[in-house]
């Protein structure tokens, strides 16, 4: 047996996240479809984790074990001339046998995009969470520096995330390293928001966003923020924020 890595990226939408379900479309779903044809046997495609619907990848993670003796450039070139345009194989790596591609995950980088104001373009509806008032950038960032370091981010956890009553593993506690805002130019107003961090809970991302967009807005200052983190308590945080504008940048090993 071989255990083949694959790096793809693609376009959440109209898909209904990551893992396969029976009767709506998904991404695990139509790569595993190609990936038996090709092969000729049955496969079961693992992945870094479990991507929502509508949320967006430019470097997920899979692996895969097949007898095939399918080179993996004939890995590359075969699965992108049957998969649809919205998902792309970007790189194939053959890895020693054990080797998972969501276990041996050190961290992934998540970025969110914002346009602020003005009219969002048809083309950039997809892609964007549009807002059309004004954020307050400076209360926001402040924010940011509050998520770094080890916490216990239940405020933030979505229901289903994982079994409360299981006391073993690290629960809802994960270590961020990197929270930034980025500004651009024009209008509407380009906002992105990067996080890295060792683990992610379900919609983890989304609900710190949705939260940051209540500072930005005026509806809850810094030290509310601060309060809603170590609460613990998910009701006390804001809204989750839509689907639409998460990517899943990068997976690190």
Known sequence: MRNIML????DGTGYAGWQKQKEQPTIQGVIEDKLVIMTNGPVVLHGVGRTDAGVHALGMT???????NIPCAGFLRGLNSMLPEAIRILAVEEKELGFHARINARGKVYIYQLLVGGICLPTQRLYNHHLKHELRIEPMRECLDALLGKHDFACFEATGSRDPNYLGGRGAVRTI??????????????????????????HMVRNIVGTLLEVGSGRMGVEEFRAVLVSKDRTVAGPTAPARGLFLKEVYY
Do not use: C, H, M, Q
Not at 63 to 68: K, L, V, W
């Open 7 to 10: 790096r793809l990226a693609f």
């Open 62 to 68: 899979a692996n895969f074990e097949t007898g095939a």
């Open 177 to 202: 390293s990197k929270a930034e805002l980025t500004v651009g130019e024009g209008l509407p107003l380009p906002i992105g928001f990067e996080i890295s961090g060792d683990g992610f809970l379900r």
